[in-house]
């Protein structure tokens, strides 16, 4: 036996969850619990307020849903405490005043005397409680039990999450305020041009049927800088390809997620759109989803729906980045929302979306507006990546820390 082997036989035992150091205890989820009767003031969903003195707090996902202003109903009792939702299976960290929500809102209060409240938060984020639909959930965690380091190192685990934790939310608020930026330069770079904000007073508009935009810029049908492009029945084919349907694209990134592999008789009926590099693709079903993505290479000459309209613009006197940019527009996805039809399934044709007008300046202006949005989009998708290292490092730290694969209580922090 190592040295290694020696020390942990030595400082580690065997438990129903498994091996833990011998100063853990292990307790029932009840047991960290505290007795103490509370009374809580519960509003319903239709007394929420949009703004108010206070927040209130269900068992919705979101951190707050909604607000009231009557200090009467605040919860009275020591913060913080956890909040689990019954149906949702959601758990929130409440350390500030807040109103209760509608029943189905449970509040668990710790037992301060054996858990630090934030550590057991952490755990309870842990558990992978299962589904029982919309039915109540809670009487599922009384079958669940608890690791119990001395105190101080659960203090010492809640911090090192709560670092980590802090900086995700420090990055999502960052990655809310480029797409803020991008939504406001995208108004500006279509209205003055790839002009500073000190010199909008230097450009001279002019109202058109699309909005205001510069003098020397035009208004034209999409239609008329396109080249024309393919469809195939691949069913009549013996060509593997990749298929990209409308449930592939992330709405939110304006990105092809995910395709299917087919060749030839088995490929769908609708598979027949021939799409290239920098080609725009366009969900003609429910436009106003904004499902819209350009062509990398990783689908050059693959196939897309018959639901999407393909968008290949001409290079010489429209730029595919530009375009893609410019149908990203409230404007005219809202134009595509007043002409769609159908009640159940509404869409609009090939041609309507083609005979969309958008702003026309020159090539060189165009790929101007294009870089600028680009450099936002390139940090945007840094700060994802960002984002999504850092859930990473969460939840493996979540899962080490409280299962002692790794140690904290030699840590010196401030807690």
């Not at 299976?89 to 409240?117: H, M, N, Q, W, Y």
């Not at 020159?362 to 960002?386: G, P, V, W, Y």
Request: with cysteine; charged share 30%; aromatic share 10%.
């Amino acid at each position: 036996m190592t040295t290694q082997q020696t020390l942990q036989a030595e400082e580690y035992k065997q438990t129903e969850l498994g091996e833990l150091p011998k100063d853990w205890g292990v307790v029932k989820f009840e047991d960290c619990l505290s007795d103490k009767k509370v009374k809580v003031s519960k509003l319903q969903q239709s007394q929420f307020l949009k703004i108010g003195k206070f927040p209130i707090v269900d068992q919705s996902q979101d951190l707050i849903a909604g607000y009231w202003d009557n200090d009467e109903d605040l919860f009275s009792s020591p913060l913080p405490i956890v909040v689990f939702g019954d149906h949702t299976r959601a758990f929130k960290f409440i350390d500030f005043p807040f109103v209760c929500g509608p029943d189905g809102t449970k509040i668990l209060i710790p037992e301060i005397s054996k858990v630090f409240p934030k550590f057991f938060y952490y755990y309870l984020k842990l558990l992978n409680i299962p589904s029982r639909g919309y039915n109540r959930h809670y009487s599922l965690l009384k079958d669940y039990s608890i690791p119990l380091p001395p105190l101080s190192e659960q203090q010492k685990i809640a911090y090192v999450l709560s670092t980590v934790q802090t900086t995700q939310e420090r990055t999502q608020n960052f990655i809310k305020s480029l797409k803020e930026l991008k939504k406001s330069a995208m108004k500006h770079l279509f209205t003055y041009g790839a002009v500073s904000f000190e010199d909008i007073d230097k450009v001279e508009l002019k109202e058109t049927e699309i909005g205001m935009i510069p003098k020397n810029w035009e208004t034209e049908p999409i239609k008329k800088y396109i080249i024309k492009t393919e469809q195939k029945d691949m069913r009549k084919t013996n060509i593997e390809f990749k298929y990209i349907d409308v449930s592939g694209i992330d709405r939110e990134k304006s990105k092809i997620i995910s395709y299917s592999n087919f060749k030839g008789k088995s490929s769908p009926s609708r598979a027949r759109k021939i799409i290239k590099l920098n080609d725009i693709i366009i969900a003609t079903v429910r436009p106003t989803l904004k499902r819209i993505a350009k062509i990398d290479q990783n689908y050059d000459c693959q196939i897309c729906s018959t639901a999407f309209c393909v968008l290949r613009a001409d290079g010489k006197k429209m730029s595919s980045n530009y375009l893609f940019y410019n149908i990203h527009r409230d404007y005219f996805i809202a134009e595509l929302g007043r002409i769609q039809k159908g009640a159940n399934y509404p869409a609009v044709s090939d041609s309507e979306i083609k005979n969309q007008k958008i702003q026309i300046p020159s090539l060189t202006e165009q790929q101007n507006i294009s870089s600028i949005l680009s450099a936002i989009d390139e940090k945007i998708q840094a700060e994802e990546q960002k984002k999504e290292a850092l859930k990473q490092t969460f939840n493996s730290l979540l899962k080490n820390l409280m299962t002692a694969k790794i140690r904290v209580n030699d840590l010196e922090v401030g807690v």
